[in-house]
């Protein structure tokens, strides 16, 4: 590591299952290298954590400035989602009991949702990491856009319940941000992949805020 303060996140005190889980990532393409490699170790570290490949969801926005509106509406469409995936079990059931009345209608039948199907699943999601690297150039549009971003993800999992990772590093130079997305150019080393405490970080609020919306401490 050539910069000692950077610094990653230590193993947390119990190791999370995220297979169950459905993970959100939003992502801007401003300072494209950079967001690449920060996605890459995002996605390693929550297949790593159990999280399957069939429940990330992927989504990119312009620059920064756009991650708190598409965060907030992903997580949106997450709850729409599910709640319309709601009324095809409703229909299943109905099925189930046409056949028990013995119903030998010749029409053909609808396919039967399998309880054991193992699609992607269509659950709200579990958490959403947003993902971000605002490097400061002249003016005060930095200052501006961190503040902002910053504040209005801290305000989405703070109104939705739905846990908001901060994936947006906010660098003062180039050199800062390769180092903190593990592709530095430092003689030293190449830095640390901040992607992968992100998506350490998902799994874990998940699996806490899973327990703590049934009442379990
Ligand atoms: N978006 C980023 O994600 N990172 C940046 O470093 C960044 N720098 C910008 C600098 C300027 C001067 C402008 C005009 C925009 C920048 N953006 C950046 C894009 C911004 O987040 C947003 O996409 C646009 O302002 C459109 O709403």
């Not at 801290?154 to 846990?163: A, F, N, S, V, Y």
Request: glycine share 10%.
């Amino acid at each position: 590591m050539s910069d000692p303060t950077i610094k990653g996140l230590p193993p947390p005190p119990v190791k999370y299952d995220g297979s169950n889980f459905r993970i959100a990532i939003v992502h801007a393409r401003w300072n494209d290298a950079i967001i690449k490699a920060l996605l890459e170790g995002t996605i390693n570290k929550l297949k790593e954590q159990g999280v399957k490949e069939e429940n990330i969801v992927v989504k990119s926005v312009p620059g920064s400035y756009e991650l708190p509106f598409a965060t907030k509406q992903l997580i949106e469409a997450g709850k729409v989602q599910s709640a319309n995936a709601a009324p095809s079990m409703i229909a299943s059931t109905t099925n189930l009991l046409s056949l028990i009345d013995n119903n030998t209608s010749s029409q053909p039948s609808e396919p039967k949702p399998s309880s054991t199907s193992t699609g992607p699943l269509t659950t709200p999601f579990d958490a959403v990491i947003s993902i971000g690297c605002l490097i400061k150039g002249s003016t005060m549009h930095f200052e501006y856009i961190c503040d902002a971003v910053t504040h209005g993800l801290m305000r989405i999992q703070l109104d939705t319940g739905t846990p908001v990772v901060f994936g947006v590093l906010t660098a003062l130079n180039d050199d800062q941000a390769l180092e903190r997305a593990g592709i530095g150019r430092g003689e030293k080393g190449k830095g640390h992949n901040h992607g992968e405490d992100w998506g350490l970080a998902a799994v874990e609020l998940a699996a806490q805020n899973k327990d703590w919306t049934k009442g379990v401490l």
